[in-house]
């Protein structure tokens, strides 16, 4: 049998592949391995110098022998939870609600609770639970995390852009966005939010923001998807109460991470879903229940030995993410501060016209204007002739801003590297403005 090979039509394959959302990290990628003597602010990634230390067999041996201890299994039993696929709800479920509980003052049951391939697999199966294509839209904050907009793209979920308002929301276009769903035959099911130090902007939503938030969804019916990711990096004693601790009606599913505390190479998150589900079967279920369903179908589960090692890290601090998470907090606000400190050296107090960044208080981010376009043009005069990478921020509006913004990421980078950055990019900034 002779023939030409199969090409296939790229414009018939899913219509997310031609999204640009999900070439953004590739291209970031890309340019990055292009230009490997530039500082880059680019990437979002935890700062790997904490790790230095890790000794990851003596955490997998410390989640044994709680499981043995703590748990009643035998050395058989326990080598096995390890060893096996496991469930698809996961393993480290009783430390997670433990922590919840004594850290963030959240009470759910660990039923409610399912591990996750890191927090971008939460965000997909809890997507994929609630919406339904053509019939439910996901609101987000605008700007918003790529990683939620690339999931909605990959379920074909419409999504409708909620613009931040200093730390608040555009409330009113909120309300507007559930009422025109409704006149369509359609519902605004849910809204993504990351209350604390966002990604890409680093805001922090108000007390009272909260508040209205709750009373919102509880008026217009929809869920919230809160996103902790960067909760931990708040100052101590001025962080607020997540939304997850704030919810009275089970309007809140929380998603969070391990990866910026504990490993970023073990892919551990979890999300919290304890609203009640009811079927025709009449069996009382929760939201995770459906969740860990749909895992199976997945992922199957989470890696066991990943969860171990996140799992024993935990237990060596008592159970406490606060305390684990505490000198990694302390890093990166080091970090930030030292950031903003150099862009107010090195471009001093008379900036250029159109000129000007947000000074968040936690988180990995500086959001940053520019009087011109902050482009992937731009990004590349930026690395080849100043040595300096950065992210251009059209990628994380729904809505079609950001066209004049670059991120700027601190996590990753060491002192001195912060302060080569920002000279580099201060004097890529000031010839850009001449």
């Known amino acids: 049998m002779t023939g030409s090979p199969l090409v296939l039509d790229r414009a018939e394959l899913h219509g997310s592949l031609q999204d640009p959302v999900l070439g953004s990290v590739t291209f970031l990628n890309e340019i990055m391995a292009r230009y490997p003597e530039a500082i880059s602010f680019a990437p979002g990634a935890p700062n790997l110098g904490y790790l230095d230390e890790l000794d990851v067999s003596r955490q997998v041996d410390r ?17 096995r939870q390890l060893y096996e696929y496991g469930p698809s709800r996961g393993l480290i479920n009783h430390l997670v609600a433990e922590f919840l509980r004594t850290d963030l003052r959240i009470t759910v049951p660990e039923s409610a609770v399912v591990i996750t391939v890191g927090a971008q697999e939460a965000m997909l199966l809890v997507l994929r639970a609630l919406c339904r294509p053509g019939r439910d839209v996901l609101g ?5 995390f ?14 409708v852009p909620v ?10 276009r909120l309300a507007q966005a559930c009422r025109a769903a409704r006149a369509q035959g359609r519902r605004l099911r849910a809204l993504y939010v990351a209350p604390d130090h966002a990604n890409p902007t680093g805001t922090v939503l108000g007390p009272t923001a909260r508040q209205q938030l709750l009373e919102l969804a509880e008026q217009e019916d929809f869920l919230l998807i809160e996103d902790t ?6 100052e101590p004693g001025v962080e607020l109460p997540s939304l997850k601790a704030l919810d009275r009606n089970t309007r809140v599913i929380q998603l969070g991470t391990f990866a910026k505390i504990c490993l970023p190479g073990a892919r551990v998150g979890y999300v919290v879903a304890d609203q009640p589900v009811h079927g025709a079967d009449g069996r009382p279920r929760r939201l995770a229940d459906e969740l860990a369903e749909l895992k199976t179908m997945v992922t ?3 890696s066991p030995i990943s969860q171990a090692v996140v799992g024993g890290m935990l237990l060596e601090h008592g159970g406490s993410l606060t305390a684990l998470g505490r000198p990694k907090a302390e890093l990166y606000r080091h970090n930030l501060a030292l950031l903003l400190k150099a862009l107010d050296q090195h471009l001093g107090p008379d900036l250029p016209p ?4 947000n000074r968040p208080t936690g988180g990995f ?4 204007t520019l009087p011109v376009l902050a482009d992937a043009a731009l990004l590349e005069i930026s690395a080849s002739r100043y040595g300096v990478l950065w992210t251009p921020m059209a990628q994380f509006h729904v809505g079609g801003g950001g066209t004049h913004q670059l991120r700027l990421s601190c996590s990753y980078l060491d002192s001195k590297q912060i302060e080569l950055g920002a000279a580099r990019l201060a004097a890529f900034l000031r010839d850009l403005a001449l």
């Open 229 to 234: 990711a960067y909760h931990f990096t708040a």
């Open 146 to 159: 790529v990683g939620v907009i690339g999931a909605a793209r990959l379920l074909d979920v419409d999504l």
């Open 163 to 172: 613009e931040e308002d200093g730390d608040s929301l555009d409330f009113a």
């Open 365 to 368: 981010f500086v959001r940053l």
């Open 300 to 302: 199957v589960n989470t």
């Open 63 to 79: 989640f044994l022998t709680h499981l043995r201890q703590d748990r009643g299994l035998d050395e058989q039993q326990a080598r």
């Open 140 to 144: 987000v904050v605008d700007p918003s």
């Open 354 to 357: 159109g000129l000007h960044w």
